[in-house]
């Protein structure tokens, strides 16, 4: 592998316009005899690497290439990834998902800002997904596609995902404010507001950079029959962020970087709509019988379900450069709080309660990590990486279901001394339980690379963890019952290895032909204690693995002006972490079962076309089938079976963009048109089940134009979804809860204007 050696406060070399180099895109803004600019990540602990050196797919979009696209939020970019889907059920309630390797249980994709760890978890059916930082300064976001097990461990069996911000520079005082504003169909208007400086406060020793911003978008989706409704628009986002960092450099060696960030976000509602012309749930009795949607956007709960998410990042990080190579330590602290809202009124209709309801979980994550690593920068042929890595985790969940008022929202959670009193005779609480976690994890990592010859190099790494769980829970309030229950223990301790390894030939600077075998492995987890103990519940479930192998080339074609990457894999993934029912008690749980079995291919392609013209294509082919029968069953359906597809995963995934920049007396002129094409895909094993739903193929089309002037004001006018497609990201049905689906926003259209100074 080739490390650079950067000057100090230097990441990238070149990294300009452009990057998206997921199977090596990157910048056509320079000449064509100057070609495509290369590409440089820092995701590879090694030492600040070029994409084309590096034996995986690497996804990289840099700062341009995000404000070209006018990408705010995950959604905006994740569609023109190779291998990258998602499961969208709205703001900060992402699953991320890498080559197909989708199932319950934690995040299968790792999910780093800078050197912090913040991949979400979903394990209590909470709504506490991925985050949604806004995309607000960043300097790049990479994309590694296939396991991470060795350098970044747990969760990361799959993919990792990572935002680097810019950080302060020692050029000058700068700075840029941007506006936004753009109108939805079936919505109103949007608005974001954003602004940066960066502050040089002592020459080449101390700098300082602020960023800020505001999000205001209108919802879609009306609520026809809520309490106290109707109501329009019931999914509008609210999002206030910012972020400060310092950059400290008292040497040419030392450099130490100290950042904040919080984000706080207000959702008015469920993102959910119910399919024109499919019946809800309803109760008679209750005086709210079924209803069929008769609309393209309508939510036909009974209930409201405002929920904020506020979140908290403090990272410390400290390198020094010795002759031999880079020290490099972190410390990060995240915190996160999600009050999550839904409507439980089909639930209470189900267990013959007929007195609409709602269910309030809170929760909260707070999760230290830290790591220390040495990367050699020898000149000779032999490199290596060896760090530790700690994370200490603790997790606070709740479940709620309490009536509503007279506004639809929840009454306040009172435990009352006679739990088996329901509905209102019985005051306002139905049910209630909490959970408590606490995760230990330490890991030790390493990596050698050496130079065979000129045209052949090997790369061995592995990584050893152990992990303590322990979790007490408990029922505060249970449903029908004349008492508490708990509090309940529960604990679970594993240890585990995994392995890389590669070979790359690159017979010449602009061809790399590379074979990978790397394992990804996620750490198991605990069951709710008071029910693990029933037949057929383990009170815990194991870590699944997954073995990757993976054959690639990267090249270099017309003197540099077209640029390729692509890859064919298998992946064999054992233990599937699944969920299902306990049929006792009505709750969830987690456990081993089955095997599957994933191939695939990732193709992408960036060329110069002319001077002016850029062109962008990639291509995702998957199939991701189950190798060997499920032995526990959901709702008394869905059980998979061999040769069924793992649910949610599109066989065929497209995108394509056309950008054109042209000189004009006044500035520069800037063109762009994308389509991002997603397959059908089913949201169950079973695809004859009544709850499994067929999400239809689509496209979005994007089109932008840009105006940059020579004073630096950047003005734009776009559209989002010009087409107005209703794509469908995602569904949920089951016997207790009526068809859901979460789909994409209406066509938007806007303006914006960009001062840089």
Known sequence: MTIIKEPRHTTTRKLGSAAILAVSVASATQSLAQGLEEVVVTASKMGASSVQDLANIVSVLGADELKTRGAFEFTEFAGSVPGLQFQDLGPGDKEFIIRGVNSSGPSTVGFYFDEAVITGSNAQDGGGRNPDIKLIDLERIEVLNGPQGTQYGANSMSGLIRYVPAKPNFDG????????????????????????????????????????????????????????????????????????????????????????????????????????????????????????????????????????????????????????????????????????????????????????????????REIFSGEIRFASTFDGPLQFLVGAFMQREDTEFAVNVVTVNENGLADPFIPGPNNNALGPDGGTTFFGRYVSGDLEQNAYFGEISYDINDDLELTVGGRYFDSTLESTEGTLHDFGSAAALGPFSNKDDEDKFTGKVSLSYRPTDTLNIYGTVSQGFRVGGLNQADISFTENVPPSYGADELINYELGVKSQLAGGRVSLQGAIYQIVWEDMQVQTLDVQSGIPFITNAGESEINGLEFNVNATVTEALDLQFGLTLVDAELTEDQPFVDEGEDRGFVGDSIPNIPDVQGFAALTYTTPLSMGELKLRGDVTYRGEADTRFDTASQFNRELDAYSLVNLRASLTLSNDIELTVYGKNVTNEQAEFDAIASVQDPLAVVGSRPRTLGIGIRKNF
Not at 197 to 217: E, G, T
Not at 279 to 307: K, L, M, Q
């Open 173 to 364: 005082l700068s700075g840029e404010i941007a506006i936004d504003l753009s109108d939805t169909d079936e919505g109103s208007d949007n608005q974001l507001y954003s602004g940066v400086i960066n502050v040089p406060l002592i020459d080449n020793v101390l700098a300082a950079r602020a960023v800020a911003w505001r999000v205001d978008n209108s919802g879609w989706i009306d609520q026809s029959r809520a309490i106290g409704g109707p109501y329009e628009d019931v999914n509008d986002e609210e999002t206030n962020g910012g972020r400060l960092m310092l950059r400290y450099t008292p040497t040419d060696r030392l450099s130490i970087d100290a950042s904040y960030l919080r984000q706080e976000t207000e959702a008015g509602g469920s993102s959910r709509y119910t399919p024109k012309g499919v019946t809800s749930f309803g109760s008679v009795d209750a005086g709210f019988p079924p209803i069929t949607a008769s609309s393209d956007y309508e939510n036909t709960d009974i209930t409201r379900s405002p929920w904020d998410d506020e979140m908290d990042l403090f990272s410390l990080t400290a390198s020094y450069r010795f002759d031999s190579g880079l020290l490099t330590a972190t410390a990060n602290q995240f915190n996160r709080d999600i009050h999550f809202n839904f409507d439980s009124s089909p639930i209470l209709f189900f267990f013959g309660v007929p007195v609409p309801g709602i269910t309030s979980q809170p929760q909260s």
